[in-house]
Nanobody, 122 residues
Framework: QLQLVESGGGLVQPGGSLRLSCAAS????????IAWFRQAPGKEREGMVC????????NNADSVKGRFTISRDNAKNMVYLQLNSLKPEDTAVYYC???????????????WGQGTQVIVSS
Protein backbone atom coordinates (compact mmCIF):
# COMPACT_ATOMS: atom_id res chain seq x y z
CA GLN A 1 0.00 0.00 0.00
CA LEU A 2 1.32 3.41 -0.95
CA GLN A 3 2.37 5.60 1.96
CA LEU A 4 3.18 9.29 1.53
CA VAL A 5 5.04 11.69 3.80
CA GLU A 6 5.37 15.40 3.06
CA SER A 7 8.20 17.64 4.22
CA GLY A 8 9.77 20.99 3.46
CA GLY A 9 7.14 23.37 4.78
CA GLY A 10 7.98 26.33 6.94
CA LEU A 11 7.86 30.09 7.33
CA VAL A 12 8.85 32.15 4.30
CA GLN A 13 8.60 35.81 3.41
CA PRO A 14 6.38 37.03 0.58
CA GLY A 15 8.17 36.62 -2.71
CA GLY A 16 10.22 33.75 -1.38
CA SER A 17 10.45 30.12 -2.43
CA LEU A 18 10.12 26.69 -0.91
CA ARG A 19 10.44 23.16 -2.20
CA LEU A 20 8.06 20.64 -0.75
CA SER A 21 8.85 16.95 -0.90
CA CYS A 22 6.56 13.93 -0.94
CA ALA A 23 8.32 10.72 -0.04
CA ALA A 24 6.64 7.49 -1.11
CA SER A 25 7.04 4.05 0.42
CA UNK A 26 5.22 0.74 0.46
CA UNK A 27 4.86 0.58 -3.32
CA UNK A 28 6.67 1.57 -6.47
CA UNK A 29 6.08 5.24 -7.03
CA UNK A 30 6.34 4.90 -10.80
CA UNK A 31 2.98 3.12 -10.83
CA UNK A 32 1.21 6.14 -9.38
CA UNK A 33 0.09 9.63 -10.18
CA ILE A 34 0.75 12.14 -7.41
CA ALA A 35 -1.16 15.35 -6.83
CA TRP A 36 -0.62 18.27 -4.50
CA PHE A 37 -3.47 19.84 -2.57
CA ARG A 38 -3.63 22.59 0.00
CA GLN A 39 -6.07 23.69 2.64
CA ALA A 40 -6.04 27.15 4.13
CA PRO A 41 -7.70 27.92 7.47
CA GLY A 42 -11.44 28.11 7.06
CA LYS A 43 -11.33 27.10 3.41
CA GLU A 44 -11.98 23.94 1.46
CA ARG A 45 -9.14 21.77 0.29
CA GLU A 46 -7.89 22.88 -3.12
CA GLY A 47 -6.34 20.63 -5.72
CA MET A 48 -3.45 22.30 -7.48
CA VAL A 49 -1.30 20.13 -9.69
CA CYS A 50 -0.84 16.49 -10.59
CA UNK A 51 1.90 14.48 -12.26
CA UNK A 52 1.13 11.09 -13.75
CA UNK A 53 3.35 8.04 -13.95
CA UNK A 54 4.76 9.15 -17.30
CA UNK A 55 5.64 12.61 -16.02
CA UNK A 56 2.82 14.52 -17.68
CA UNK A 57 1.47 17.31 -15.51
CA UNK A 58 -1.97 18.78 -15.01
CA ASN A 59 -2.65 22.15 -13.41
CA ASN A 60 -6.05 22.60 -11.81
CA ALA A 61 -5.54 25.92 -10.02
CA ASP A 62 -5.18 29.22 -11.86
CA SER A 63 -3.90 30.78 -8.64
CA VAL A 64 -0.63 28.82 -8.83
CA LYS A 65 0.00 28.70 -12.57
CA GLY A 66 3.44 29.97 -13.41
CA ARG A 67 4.51 29.89 -9.76
CA PHE A 68 4.26 26.25 -8.60
CA THR A 69 5.92 23.37 -10.44
CA ILE A 70 5.52 19.67 -9.78
CA SER A 71 8.22 17.14 -10.61
CA ARG A 72 9.12 13.58 -9.75
CA ASP A 73 12.17 11.38 -9.29
CA ASN A 74 11.01 7.79 -9.46
CA ALA A 75 14.47 6.45 -8.68
CA LYS A 76 14.31 8.25 -5.32
CA ASN A 77 10.58 7.59 -4.81
CA MET A 78 10.04 11.33 -4.48
CA VAL A 79 7.70 13.96 -5.84
CA TYR A 80 8.42 17.64 -5.41
CA LEU A 81 6.47 20.85 -5.49
CA GLN A 82 8.52 23.97 -6.13
CA LEU A 83 6.77 27.05 -4.79
CA ASN A 84 8.00 30.39 -6.14
CA SER A 85 6.84 33.98 -5.75
CA LEU A 86 4.94 33.03 -2.62
CA LYS A 87 2.11 35.22 -1.39
CA PRO A 88 0.44 35.43 2.02
CA GLU A 89 -2.63 33.78 0.50
CA ASP A 90 -0.53 30.69 -0.21
CA THR A 91 -0.46 30.01 3.54
CA ALA A 92 -1.98 26.57 4.02
CA VAL A 93 -1.31 22.97 4.89
CA TYR A 94 -0.02 21.25 1.79
CA TYR A 95 -0.78 17.60 1.10
CA CYS A 96 0.35 15.11 -1.48
CA UNK A 97 -2.05 12.43 -2.63
CA UNK A 98 -1.65 9.37 -4.81
CA UNK A 99 -3.69 7.18 -7.10
CA UNK A 100 -3.26 5.26 -10.35
CA UNK A 101 -4.22 8.29 -12.44
CA UNK A 102 -4.55 12.02 -12.05
CA UNK A 103 -8.15 12.58 -11.04
CA UNK A 104 -10.76 14.96 -12.32
CA UNK A 105 -11.26 17.73 -9.74
CA UNK A 106 -13.64 16.60 -7.03
CA UNK A 107 -12.78 12.92 -7.41
CA UNK A 108 -11.04 11.56 -4.31
CA UNK A 109 -7.53 10.13 -4.20
CA UNK A 110 -6.92 6.88 -2.34
CA UNK A 111 -3.65 7.70 -0.60
CA TRP A 112 -2.78 10.80 1.40
CA GLY A 113 0.08 12.19 3.39
CA GLN A 114 -0.27 13.96 6.70
CA GLY A 115 0.49 17.43 5.36
CA THR A 116 3.16 20.07 5.82
CA GLN A 117 2.47 23.64 6.91
CA VAL A 118 3.51 26.58 4.76
CA ILE A 119 3.26 30.08 6.23
CA VAL A 120 3.97 33.08 4.06
CA SER A 121 4.41 36.16 6.19
CA SER A 122 6.75 39.06 6.72
Amino acid sequence: QLQLVESGGGLVQPGGSLRLSCAASGARLDYYAIAWFRQAPGKEREGMVCIDSSGSTTNNADSVKGRFTISRDNAKNMVYLQLNSLKPEDTAVYYCAGDLFCKVPGTPYNYWGQGTQVIVSS
